[in-house]
């Protein structure tokens, strides 16, 4: 018996003295999948021109090895999947789609341009996500896109954004597993505006058009996604989180939830239960701000450990879909994806090894002394023990050495490039 396996039997008979089976939860990790996001191994570049970013986004650092090519994004997927246990997904903006050179507006994109991600999923086995790009792009340049005063720019947004649906309605129909759509834009004001309401109309027109659109809902389900500010839009943001709030409820669609997108004493954590009173499904976008929607790589903070304990106690998971979002040049791009999707599921796994039933019947008898306790004592169980068991039964590197994985493919690989 190897020396993880050994740790991992110390750790499981540990755990049952709480009430806790080991070997379900291991079982019940491996179905949970991550969307993990394209754009980090590109620094959100994608593939319709060399024009770099603009529309409220920015990505700091110039760490060498960045993708280039569609194939060398896909390769640094592939390697990046090899050391993350348990389901993935990938989640696909508009701007990755693959034209064979000829320029094709975003309001004619179809299908067809994201075939080779199609088939590359497959082969991969993992589902798609998909998102309209309201950034970088000359039609967005005076900061309004869905809520632009111009009929004609708003109507181009509009016919994006029907392009899209169609677009995540192909990917799950091929892939037999549900697309799930997410619209974020960057309109807003960098001062304060003299009519906070007309943007906001000119945006409920524009959505309304866009989900009048019929598509069939197993297999592309549509998403809306608040923020608070941006970069240009510090003052005023026209899809704001009451905006969004109440689209989402009023269209029983899904409400995307961006770490990074609230006041930075605010939590995506506490607005987790509130939200599915009202929606049917919640989108996270899990991020982690550093004073400002900043995207940095995800950590294992208690925010994210919040997160994940909300999703577990509440028995959310069939409602809760989980994605990454952040951007990092400033490190290796491929150990981004790896440290931000391992602590994600090492945040989920921390939930689950909870006695949730025990603090949930403690709670309901008003025993509150009990519920703090066992939830401070579970923070120092041998946690690690079973997530390395996990990590090995998946087939994926154990502690740091998916760091010397990294390491050798940035050496062969991404220093060429």
């Excluded at 005063?149 to 509009?158: C, G, L, Q, T």
């Excluded at 809902?217 to 998403?223: E, H, I, L, T, V």
């Excluded at 899990?286 to 909300?310: F, N, P, Q």
Aim: aromatic fraction near 10%.
């Amino acid at each position: 018996m190897s020396s993880i396996a050994k740790s991992y039997e110390l750790a499981r008979e540990a755990y049952a003295a709480t009430g806790v089976d080991t070997d379900k939860v291991i079982e019940r990790l491996a179905k949970v999948a991550v969307s993990l996001h394209c754009w980090q191994g590109d620094d959100v570049f994608g593939f319709e021109s060399s024009v770099g970013l603009d529309g409220g986004i920015q990505v700091t650092g110039n760490y060498p090895g960045r993708a280039r090519t569609p194939e060398q994004l896909r390769a640094d997927l592939e390697k990046a999947f090899g050391m993350i246990p348990g389901k993935k997904r990938l989640n696909v903006h508009a701007i990755y789609a693959e034209t064979n050179g000829k320029k094709v507006e975003r309001n004619e994109l179809e299908p067809a341009h994201f075939a080779n991600w199609i088939d590359w999923a497959k082969k991969e086995d993992i589902g798609l996500d998909f998102n309209p790009s309201y950034f970088s792009h000359p039609n967005a340049a005076e900061g309004f896109t869905l809520s632009h005063r111009d009929n004609a720019i708003r109507k181009y947004w509009v016919e994006h954004g029907i392009a899209c649906r169609k677009i995540g309605e192909a990917m799950g129909k091929a892939l037999n597993n549900a697309c799930i759509t997410n619209f974020w834009i960057p309109d807003g004001y960098k001062d304060v505006p003299a009519d906070r309401l007309a943007p906001r109309m000119r945006l409920k027109e524009s959505l309304d058009e866009i989900f009048a659109v019929n598509i069939d809902k197993n297999y592309n389900r549509d998403a809306v996604e608040c923020k608070l500010f941006g970069i240009g839009s510090e003052s005023y943001v026209v899809g704001s989180h009451e905006f969004y709030m109440g689209y989402a409820v009023a269209k029983q669609i899904l409400l995307c939830l961006d770490a990074g997108h609230f006041h930075p004493t605010e939590v995506i954590s506490d607005k987790i239960s509130s939200a599915l009173l009202w929606v049917p499904e919640v989108l996270l976008h899990v991020s982690r701000g550093v004073r400002w929607d900043s995207d940095h790589v995800v950590m294992l903070t208690d925010e994210l450990r919040a997160i994940a304990e909300e999703i577990v106690r509440g028995n959310f998971m069939n409602r809760v879909h989980i994605g990454l979002d952040f951007f990092d040049a400033s490190i290796n791009r491929i150990a981004a994806w790896v440290i931000g999707a391992r602590n994600m599921q090492k945040a989920l796994m921390l939930a689950m090894l909870e006695p949730s039933e025990t603090l949930r019947k403690a709670e309901s008898c008003g025993d509150y002394t009990t519920r703090l306790a066992l939830i401070e004592e579970a923070k120092s169980m041998p946690f690690s023990a079973v997530w390395d068991f996990y990590c090995e039964k998946q087939g994926v590197p154990v502690g740091t050495k998916w760091l010397d994985e990294v390491k050798t493919y940035e050496r062969d690989v991404l220093l060429k490039r």
